[in-house]
């Protein structure tokens, strides 16, 4: 999973990185100068997998892991269209946005922050963006759907029609996440990774001084956002920066003397596999435990392609525990014994928590 990070300059945009990620990126001018973006791959921290690696004693222990990328949008730079294209690209290629916005007192600001503006006008500019590809796209359809086969000159025209259909929604101000997509139209627009359509996280970056309101601000901005596939969280981005610097008794102190009840990343994280619709299963056992990632609506045959695709072709049945009664059995075997490992096939709807043993034949 891939989540960029955007934001007006200024916005602290890099610190949440760095409290995200336990960085140690440059702060202070990133967004007006250099197009490079950081990159960060981050744990995803379950103690889930913990619990399960105690109990296994495995060689190894892997957690499930999200890439954020911190990248520069200079003020405007999507209305002027001079986005660099590589960072255009970054931001396409996310599977989900989190848009850090201003909501503390600036020294060197000459405006005091209006959290709410920014995020409009961030939205505009990605909504210009997202307009002039449809309109460049809808020109060479007007010519493109007159050549080819009869299915591609079909094919166009549904595209077309669809397009045309956004392209108003757009101009209205509305994201096309809002749209209201069938699963077929998603299809037919996945190529185009409008920057609109993708989910996202709204960052009110506070003061430490109003972490105590974070929650009323959060209840607030959700109401005032209204937007599907949208969320809204309130962090103090130069704090937790430091508490993610800290090791975890000295991190633990400090939480509890500014009333902040867990740190941003696993509160982030789990915020974000909720607007994606995700959800961990797990796999354990003596030389591995391990947590995968699947949409919620998977089956046990996509869970098994999530961990190797001999394992979905050749997929015979899963064996399946929840996580909590395995931890009451203790092993596998004691599961098994008391009849709590259930044999599920490939159209089984895995569940969060999940922990499966896929049954394959290699021949297949």
């Not at 202070?28 to 973006?37: H, L």
């Not at 998977?298 to 050749?314: K, N, P, Q």
């Amino acid at each position: 999973m891939q989540v960029t990070i955007v934001g007006l300059p200024g916005s602290g945009k890099t610190t949440v990185f760095n409290a995200l990620t336990g960085g140690h990126a440059e702060t202070g001018g990133f967004s007006g100068g250099r197009a490079a973006p950081n990159v960060s791959v981050v744990k995803v921290p379950d103690e889930r997998v913990d619990r399960l690696a105690a109990l296994f004693a495995p060689k190894k222990t892997t957690y499930a892991d999200v890439t954020y990328v911190d990248v520069a949008i200079p003020a405007g730079a999507a209305r002027e269209g001079t986005i660099n294209p590589d960072v255009l690209a970054q931001i396409r290629n996310a599977d989900a946005l989190l848009h850090v916005t201003r909501a503390f007192e600036d020294a060197t600001s000459p405006e005091p922050p209006d959290p709410w503006r920014d995020v409009e006008n961030m939205d505009l500019e990605f909504t210009v963006a997202d307009l002039t590809v449809i309109e460049k796209r809808l020109e060479k359809l007007k010519t493109q759907g007159r050549h080819g086969s009869q299915s591609e000159r079909d094919l166009a025209q549904r595209e077309q029609e669809l397009l045309g259909r956004i392209e108003p929604h757009l101009s209205d101000g509305k994201p096309i996440r809002s749209f209201g997509l069938t699963a077929d139209e998603e299809l037919l627009l996945r190529g185009y990774r409008f920057l609109t359509q993708k989910p996202v996280l709204v960052v009110l970056n506070i003061d430490e001084g109003r972490i105590g309101e974070a929650a009323a601000l959060e209840s607030a901005g959700r109401e005032r956002y209204g937007q599907p596939e949208s969320d809204v969280a309130a962090l103090a981005g130069k704090i937790e920066a430091e508490i993610a610097q800290l090791a975890e008794d000295d991190a633990r102190l400090f939480m509890d003397d500014l009333g902040i009840s867990e740190p941003s990343r696993g509160r982030v994280i789990s915020l974000t596999y909720a607007l994606l619709g995700l959800f961990s299963f797990f796999t354990a056992g003596e030389d591995e435990c391990r947590a995968w990632t699947l949409r919620i609506g998977s089956s046990a045959v996509d869970a098994a392609g999530a961990i190797h695709s001999d394992l979905a072709r050749g997929f015979i049945r899963a064996e399946v525990i929840g996580y909590e009664d395995l931890l009451e059995c203790g092993s596998m075997a004691e599961a098994r014994k008391r009849g709590l490992l259930r044999q599920e096939g490939k159209a089984y709807e895995v569940q969060d928590g999940d922990v499966l043993q896929i049954l394959f034949n290699v021949a297949r």
